[in-house]
Structures are given as structure tokens and as C-alpha cells.
């Protein structure tokens, strides 16, 4: 049974009607007393709860009967119903342990998805004994390797929420597999005969935002010569993996969100509202919940696209995993290139396995690929890789010198170029030398013309 508590007895009637319609059990409350009966009395499968059920617009009542209904049913899901302008009081709400909010007017399809998301992932599970391989024997791993216990429990999260269409945000050090845990959700999912689309939000302007992710009609600027569709309408009916999102600028966070809450948007240029049914997976290396804090980050997006968040652990902490992974990238090195098969010596796998890889899953893939093919060998050993392995930088800012009387811009990329020079042009190790993303690297690559290293 599904709970609508609104004191609007049209919202209730549209809701129940469109709930009815989907073959789902309905009852209404109009107000808190009467909801909080209903609740002692039953334990809906899900809730649907306005914030207001007087003239007042502060949003209390509807805070304290969410708090009120954890205490009676903790394990339901609640969403809550809330005029656009007082989203931050959803956000309030979401903090108090709500599961989701939605803004008036709805979206039918989005709010149907949405409790059906709520539905599935609150689904008591059954217990299946067994061990790692059988639990995740029909999931398609698609290219992740390894069976840590810290891996296993992050596919053991990927297996419950593959099929439905919940919002994930995956974190994790840069060179973890952010993109593999996404294309994984991806095949895994409903969505897998639709498209994957793969945007790097640290490489996108903020003047080239709206176009790049919702597309323009020709003559809609200076530049827009030709139509163009947009990431969120080519992503439609399938997946949108918006990655380095923390990289994303105030103002571009305003217009994702309006896309993300009920997934219309409107192209550049043509002022009619288009809908896409879409699967939205972020990921980020950054410390979002601390953005928040410094106001450089949404509040109400973080709670939209973190629905469900996967940490992914880093290399150092999953290190029985590294033999795994370095047999993995030999083998396709040498496919790749038609060489014969190599193997590695005991001294060689223990040497991989106790170096620190600040780079992570990155670093240990070029370091093994770069040993095979300066090495020449069929068989590698430690000393191999010693002699290709290049240490960390540390502490390594005090190198960089810049002459006087130049300008910042010449200063900064100066300053990119001796951080190149000093890692030999590693990507991964320069934007860490410089305390800055890849992204945020691409992107000055880019404005000072300068070529691109090694990842």
C-alpha cells in the first residue's frame, strides 16, 4: 500500500488515480493526525508526503510528521512533495531520513519511476549463501578484476542496484575505475540495449554548458551553424555518466538540477520543453559533502544525484587484487600487439605489490604495460620493473621556478610546463603535483595550445 498525505484533495485524487492506474494499493491522509493513525495502524510499502498542511509555508509540520514516521516505521521510504521554491526544505528533509523529494507540478513518468526506484531498493532481500563468485555469478563484471573483500562488497552493492534506475554517485581516488563501475551499472541494467553516454564535466566551459548537454538549433548563436543534439537527448531511453562533477560551476549545478528533477530540458533555440527517460550515474574524486560546506557545491544536487553513493577503494587497499590486475593488462598488452605471452616472477609480483601507487589502478596499468614493452622479455622480473618504475612526486612544488615580470597567465603556464618536464609528462602526476583535477589540466592544455602527455 502506498500513503499519500497531502491537504490539497486534487493532489490527492491525481495522485491515487495515476497510483491506481499502475495496479498499486492506496490510501490518503489529509493532514498529520490522521497519517500517523494510518501509519501506527499499517506499514505502507511507501509514503508520499506534502511539507505544508496549513497556510504556513515554513515547512515544519511536514518535518516533524517525517520524524514522527521514522520513529513508527524507520524502514519505509518517504518522498516528499514540495513547490520548487522551497527545495531547501527538502533538503532539510532529506538530512531527517527521507528517500527522495519531488517538486510540484510533477513529471507523472519521473514520479512513477522514481517510487518504483524507491520500491525495489527497499525490497526486503533474500539471503543466498554461497560464496563471492556464485552471489555475482549472473552479473556481468565487465572488465573488473579482482576478489578483495573491499571489491566484493562493492559488487555486492552494484548487484542490488544495477536494475533499477536509482542515481548513483560513485567516489574514489583518481584511477580507481570510476568509468568501469558506471559501464558496469550500465549492462547491468534495464537500460543495456540503450546508449551509454560518457560526459567529462571538467572538460566542458561554462559558456559551452547548455549546448554541449542540451543541444541548439542552428542561428541559436553566433557559432551555431548546424543543429546539434545535445548529451541528455543522445542518452535517451539509456544512460548519462556525468563524471567529475565537482569540476561543474555554480551556475551550471542550477541548470542540471532542473534537468535531473524532472528530466526536461530545452535546446538552445527552441523554446519547447523536451523529455528524456534517462539513467543518471556521477562520479568524482572530489570531497563533495566539504563543497557543500564551503558553498561551492549544491546542497540540493548533492541529495539528487547521491541517491545511492559507491565508494571505490584505492589500489593500496585491495592490494591481493594487484596480481590480478597486472596479468590482466599483459595479456591485453600483448594481444593488443601481437607478442608472445609473458610471465612474472614471484620477486616481480611482490615488488608490484608493495609500491604505494598514489596513481592507483592507472599508474600500476602503464607501469606493467611500459616493463613489457622497454623489456623486450617473455619473462619479467623485479629488476625489470624497478628500472621502469617512476617514483611518485613529493613535495616536488618547490622545484618549480618562475622568471619575474611575467604575467599570470604566463606564469601559469610556465608552471604547467615545468610540472610536465618534472613528471615526465605523466598527466595523473602532474594535475596531483599542481593540486588540481585532470579535468581542470585538460582544460589549460587546452587554452595555452600545449600537447597532451600520458595518463
Known amino acids: 500500500m502506498i500513503l499519500i498525505i497531502d491537504d490539497d484533495s486534487a493532489i490527492r485524487s491525481s495522485l491515487s488515480f495515476m497510483l491506481k492506474r499502475a495496479k498499486y494499493e492506496v490510501e490518503t491522509a489529509s493532514g498529520p493526525k490522521e497519517a500517523i493513525e494510518i501509519i501506527r495502524r499499517t506499514a505502507p510499502q511507501l509514503i508520499l508526503m506534502d511539507m505544508n498542511f496549513t497556510l504556513s509555508t515554513s515547512g515544519e509540520e511536514g518535518l516533524t510528521l517525517l520524524r514522527q514516521t521514522r520513529i513508527f516505521r524507520p524502514d519505509v521510504p518517504v518522498i ?8 531547501r526544505l527538502a533538503v532539510q528533509g532529506m538530512q531527517a531520513g527521507a528517500f527522495d523529494f519531488i517538486t510540484k507540478p510533477w513529471n507523472n513518468a519521473a514520479l512513477m ?13 533474500k539471503e543466498t549463501p554461497g560464496s563471492a563468485d556464485q552471489k555475482h555469478a549472473g552479473f556481468d563484471r565487465h572488465r573488473i578484476i579482482g576478489k578483495s573483500r573491499a571489491l566484493n562488497e562493492v559488487l555486492d552493492t552494484l ?4 536494475p533499477t534506475n536509482a542515481p548513483v554517485l560513485i567516489t574514489g581516488e583518481s584511477g580507481t575505475g570510476k568509468e568501469l563501475i558506471a559501464e558496469a551499472l550500465h549492462v547491468n541494467s534495464r537500460r543495456a540495449s540503450g546508449p551509454f553516454v560518457k560526459v567529462n564535466l571538467g572538460g566542458i566551459s561554462q559558456s559551452l554548458f547548455e549546448s554541449e548537454m542540451f543541444g541548439h538549433r542552428k542561428g541559436a548563436f553566433t557559432d551555431a551553424v548546424t543543429d546539434r543534439i545535445g548529451r541528455f537527448e543522445m542518452a535517451d531511453r539509456g544512460t548519462i555518466f556525468l563524471d567529475e562533477i565537482g569540476e561543474l560551476d555554480l551556475s551550471c549545478q542550477v541548470k542540471l538540477l532542473r534537468v535531473l528533477q524532472d528530466q526536461t530540458f530545452e535546446v538552445l533555440g527552441d523554446s519547447r520543453p523536451r523529455k528524456v527517460d534517462i539513467r543518471v550515474v556521477c562520479a568524482t574524486n572530489a570531497d563533495l559533502p566539504q563543497m557543500v560546506r564551503e558553498h561551492t557545491f549544491r546542497e540540493d544536487l548533492f541529495y539528487r544525484i547521491n541517491l545511492i553513493t559507491v565508494h571505490l577503494p584505492a589500489l593500496r587497499e585491495r592490494r591481493e587484487d594487484i596480481p590480478l590486475l597486472a596479468r590482466h593488462f599483459a595479456d591485453r598488452q600483448c594481444e593488443q600487439n601481437q607478442l608472445p605471452p609473458v610471465d612474472f616472477t614471484s620477486d616481480a609480483l611482490d615488488f608490484l605489490s608493495s609500491l604505494p601507487y598514489p596513481g592507483n589502478i592507472r599508474e600500476l596499468k602503464n607501469l606493467v ?7 623486450g622479455k617473455t619473462r619479467l622480473t623485479e629488476a625489470d620493473f624497478r628500472l621502469c618504475y617512476q617514483q611518485p612526486v613529493h613535495n616536488s612544488a618547490a622545484k618549480l621556478q618562475v622568471p619575474q615580470g ?9 608552471t604547467i610546463l615545468q610540472a610536465m618536464k618534472e613528471c615526465g609528462n605523466n598527466l595523473s602526476q602532474v594535475a596531483a603535483l599542481l593540486g588540481i583535477s585532470r579535468g581542470a589540466l585538460y582544460r589549460r592544455l587546452e587554452k595555452y595550445n600545449l600537447p597532451v602527455g600520458n595518463s
Open 159 to 162: 548487484c542490488r542496484i544495477a
Open 369 to 375: 604495460e611500459r616493463t613489457l614493452l622497454v623489456s
Open 113 to 125: 519511476q522514481r517510487i518504483e526506484t524507491a520500491l525495489e531498493l527497499t525490497a526486503p532481500q
Open 406 to 414: 611575467m604575467t599570470l597567465e604566463e606564469i601559469e603556464k610556465q
Open 80 to 87: 516528499l512533495m514540495t513547490a520548487w521554491g522551497s527545495i
